[in-house]
């Protein structure tokens, strides 16, 4: 199969990855497009191929040396068939409204949901690229916060289990030809003007600790290009962007939500849909120290919306040099997912 191709459906992709081999020869492919290249000594050439227990050996024809097919990949060491990784990969990424672990855990038959969950860790693991460009540049950023969480049972009245999230995305135009849609009804074709000429484009979210200048700031460095255009709220926090040599718009919305819909919609939209995507997928049962994982596959379907089938090359792709996290730096909180504020560090 050509890596750059992808099944367009259930089906097909059946079809394309009927059995562990096959699925073997695609990760084989995608971690050594031009041919296989021995780790210990650099010789590239057609290696040997050695069934072990689960896992393909590769070994080198001149120095004898033998690399796992999954090392360095976020299958590393385990025992879980590659069919199985692949079927999670295409339902993590071509899933709208994504999936939560017990769901996955059903849908692959698998026999503990510590396994569906680490599996799905691992996998966000890879939707980060550690070098990924910055946003904006030609087109200008909205900023915003907000809370992720809520109410928590058996801790009394008026606590909560809030966290604070940044968010920043681009705002694009719309192409000429975008600007109208296609009306179809039994009697005629037409088109109609589209009433919104932009919309999102990439977008980044983080979480913080708070909202302090120092905060803010830092998120905005890492994630925006120097010298865009940002739109924000009244917030003195923001205050320093200007200095910084960004073209800095800020507006006192003062909790209008007609004033918030003008100056900042996209972002209020993105967070909007983050929020009720928790709610509704996850039922809002997120731990704190896991949320950045889910932020960073929110991101992920978000920036490949009009190319979902694209997003599990992408995923498998990045997947395999990516480091990810052992089932117990998972649930012991030791694992700091790719994308956190690097004032946790």
């Not at 191929?49 to 060491?77: D, E, W």
């Not at 510590?114 to 950023?141: C, N, Q, W």
């Not at 379907?301 to 089932?327: C, D, E, I, W």
């Amino acid at each position: 199969m050509d890596v750059l191709q992808f099944p367009k459906s259930l089906p097909e992709f059946q079809r394309i990855f009927p059995d562990e081999a096959a699925c073997a020869k695609y990760l084989e492919a995608v971690r050594w497009p031009e041919g296989f290249v021995c780790s210990s000594c650099g010789h590239v050439g057609e290696p040997f191929r050695i069934n072990a227990p689960s896992q393909l050996i590769l070994r080198c024809r001149k120095c004898r040396k033998g690399t796992s097919l999954t090392a360095g990949t976020v299958m590393h060491k385990s025992h879980t068939p590659l069919s199985i990784w692949f079927w999670a990969a295409y339902l993590m990424t071509t899933q709208t409204p994504g999936e939560s672990a017990l769901q996955f855990q059903r849908q692959l038959g698998l026999s503990r949901y510590e396994t569906a969950f680490t599996i799905m860790h691992k996998l966000r693991s890879g939707m980060v690229r550690p070098e990924r460009d910055s946003i904006g540049g030609e087109y200008p950023v909205e900023i915003d916060e907000c809370y992720v969480g809520g109410d928590t049972r058996g801790k009394g009245r008026g606590v909560h289990d809030k966290v604070g999230v940044i968010g920043a995305v681009e705002v694009r135009p719309r192409k000429e030809e975008e600007n109208t849609k296609v009306i179809r009804s039994s009697h005629k074709c037409a088109r109609r003007p589209v009433t919104n000429k932009v919309y999102a484009g990439r977008l980044r979210l983080q979480v913080i600790p708070d909202k302090s200048a120092l905060t803010i700031t830092s998120f905005v460095k890492e994630n925006v290009a120097l010298g865009a255009t940002v739109l924000s709220d009244g917030n003195p926090s923001y205050n320093e962007l200007s200095k910084m040599g960004y073209e800095h718009f800020p507006l006192v919305i003062g909790g209008d939500p007609e004033i918030a819909n003008v100056h900042l919609p996209m972002i209020h939209l993105v967070v909007s849909n983050l929020k009720g995507w928790i709610l509704g997928t996850h039922h809002g049962r997120i731990e704190p120290y896991h949320l950045q994982a889910y932020l960073n596959e929110y991101v992920f379907r978000f920036n490949r919306r009009f190319y979902p089938m694209t997003a599990f090359n992408s995923v498998l792709g990045l997947a395999a040099h990516s480091v990810s996290p052992t089932y117990a730096q998972l649930y012991s909180g030791e694992w700091r997912h790719p994308g956190t504020s690097s004032q946790y560090a």
